[in-house]
């Protein structure tokens, strides 16, 4: 039987719905890519790479990620790999030939035994025009987080002109412009454009008045 090229199996196992790792330890055994947890990242929640002299295909996901987000992202970046493997380079990364293996990997995991019945309907939504990233459906993303095990501060959240900390830095919230907030920089005093979900931190009941 072949080796699992996991950095810790059974910890993945762990990260996972019960009934979804059947799945997953089979797939991972017909192909040759490593998997790999990694440590929370704010600006992303797994990626692909593919092979290269000296490494294998690799897929990382984020650890603190509850297991229902874990498998959609597992997923999401298992369809990359297999579409890089079908057409032997690289397409648009998340056109139509990616959103079609991500919609047939993601088809055995649509069932009452791996998903509740929420994030099974939001799949439904999400899978019928996936985005990017699942951290831009922003109607998925919210169902998946109703499972986190301690509720995040988001953004969208903070009354306007609250001042919060993200990616190490420290921000006003100002405006939200279509579906992102401007908020400025307090570190260099420039504009940024941030995605409501975005987790942030918040020391105390900060708020910048509007100059009168």
Aim: charged content about 25%; aromatic content about 8%; some cysteine.
């Amino acid at each position: 039987m072949p080796t699992l090229a996991i950095t810790d199996p059974e910890r993945l196992r762990k990260q996972l719905p019960a009934a979804a790792w059947p799945v997953v330890v089979s797939w991972l055994r017909k192909n040759p890519i490593q998997v790999r947890i990694s440590r929370p990242r704010q600006t992303k929640l797994g990626d692909y790479r593919s092979a290269t002299r000296t490494q294998p295909h690799r897929v990382s996901v984020n650890a603190d990620l509850n297991k229902y987000a874990f498998l959609v992202t597992l997923v999401h970046e298992f369809a990359h790999y297999s579409t890089f493997m079908q057409t032997r380079r690289w397409t648009q990364p998340h056109g139509t030939a990616w959103k079609n293996e991500y919609a047939k990997l993601m088809r055995p995991f649509l069932s009452r035994s791996v998903f509740p019945a929420d994030v099974l309907n939001a799949l439904e939504h999400h899978l019928q025009d996936a985005p990017a990233s699942s951290c831009t459906d922003h109607g998925l993303m919210r169902v998946l987080m109703n499972y986190d095990r301690e509720p995040r501060q988001l953004l969208e959240e903070l009354p306007d002109r609250s001042v919060f900390r993200f990616n190490e830095r420290v921000f006003v919230k100002g405006p939200q412009l279509r579906k992102r907030f401007k908020c400025q920089c307090l570190n260099d005093r420039r504009n940024y454009i941030i995605d409501p979900l975005a987790e942030v931190h918040v020391h105390g009941p900060m708020v910048v008045r509007k100059a009168s």
